[in-house]
């Protein structure tokens, strides 16, 4: 792609934002600058999505305004980092950006808490930015279970099927990742659009709920859709390591092409051990890092790894320009 290096990096999935917003919230003058934007340069990374994620405290009251918090810290990265990032949302702005050397930054929102039963609070924050948006996490929602709840059976609400019509009439693209199986079984009956799993490895290789099946992964794709491989540690292996990371695309290549599969790396120890340093050190045995895969500066670990098990064009698409054209195709 022009204005983009050879092994451009395109990532469906970091928490960076909320890491940011409890750093500033405790007195760091520019945690992005410092500490999360020369990782994403030193790992050649080009395009972000960038999911709000509402914590628990938030979920019963306050979720709105949360969401309008970290969506304005993405605003403020932007501004005070203009020569190096800019928020894209549409398919030229993201060439543009890309093309000038900068990330194109794209806002996600991870959970439908934020808007609820309001559904015309899509409109609202398709307004503000957000390109892309999930109906829950793990847990359940007004819209959907997620698969922290996945023994009720429950799949989507009559809202949820509501909110799915909803996004993509305001040209949100949703994400389908921590749905329960009957949930994504149910957007894949009622869905218009191409949907994407931003951050989902492969339940053939390891079997967490977090993972899809073969089914779900060829389903997804004969949408028009994308599966983002996840790097976190407990759902690759036991013993997690890069190479299991690579058999997981290596996977997912083989059951949907190199042009269906991108990265959503979801990087969530960091992320973890800022938010809550306590609770970070606690769960430390749940949340396994996996040598050479741990921030984005590792990615070029993760291209040479790649192109040792696929054929470079098919690497290539995986790191980055699968997601970037899916998302100019969308936008």
């Not at 405790?26 to 509402?54: E, H, I, K, M, N």
């Not at 050397?101 to 307004?127: K, Q, T």
């Not at 120890?269 to 984005?296: K, R, W, Y």
Request: negative net charge; aromatic residues 6%.
């Amino acid at each position: 792609m022009s204005g983009a290096p050879a092994m451009a990096v395109a990532d469906c999935h970091n928490d960076l934002l909320l890491a940011v917003e409890h750093q500033r919230r405790r007195g760091y003058s520019d945690p992005f600058g410092d500490f999360w934007l020369p990782q994403l340069r030193a790992g050649g990374v080009v395009l972000q999505v960038l999911p709000v994620y509402t914590e628990e405290e938030f979920v019963s009251t306050g979720a709105l305004r949360r969401a309008l918090i970290i969506l304005e810290t993405a605003r403020w990265m932007a501004d005070v980092h203009r020569t190096d990032v800019a928020i894209a949302e549409n398919g030229p702005q993201i060439e543009e950006i890309i093309a000038s050397g900068r990330i194109a930054m794209l806002l996600a929102l991870e959970g439908g808490e934020p808007f609820g039963a309001d559904l015309g609070l899509i409109d609202g924050f398709a307004r503000l930015g957000v390109r892309m948006a999930s109906l829950t996490w793990n847990r359940r929602t007004m819209l959907a279970d997620g698969v922290g709840v996945r023994s009720s059976g429950g799949g989507l609400t009559p809202l949820g099927r509501e909110a799915v019509s909803e996004l993509e009439r305001c040209g949100v693209i949703l994400d389908v990742s921590h749905l329960a199986d009957a949930g994504l079984r149910d957007v894949l009956e009622v869905a218009g659009r191409p949907v994407v799993a931003s951050h989902s490895s492969c339940r053939a290789l390891y079997c967490h709920p977090r993972n899809l099946s073969d089914d779900q992964i060829i389903a997804i794709a004969r949408t028009g859709g994308m599966v983002c491989l996840n790097a976190f540690g407990g759902f690759l292996s036991e013993t997690p390591s890069l190479d299991d990371y690579i058999t997981h695309i290596a996977h997912a290549v083989s059951l949907i092409g190199d042009r269906a599969v991108g990265i959503g790396a979801d990087f969530i120890d960091d992320v973890l051990h800022i938010v809550d340093p306590i609770l970070g050190g606690a769960l430390a045995d749940e949340f396994p890092t996996v040598p050479n895969l741990e921030s984005p500066a590792d990615y070029p670990s993760v291209a040479a790894a790649m192109a040792d098990r696929l054929p470079l064009e098919a690497a290539q698409n995986v790191l980055g320009q699968n997601l970037i054209r899916f998302l100019k195709s969308m936008l």
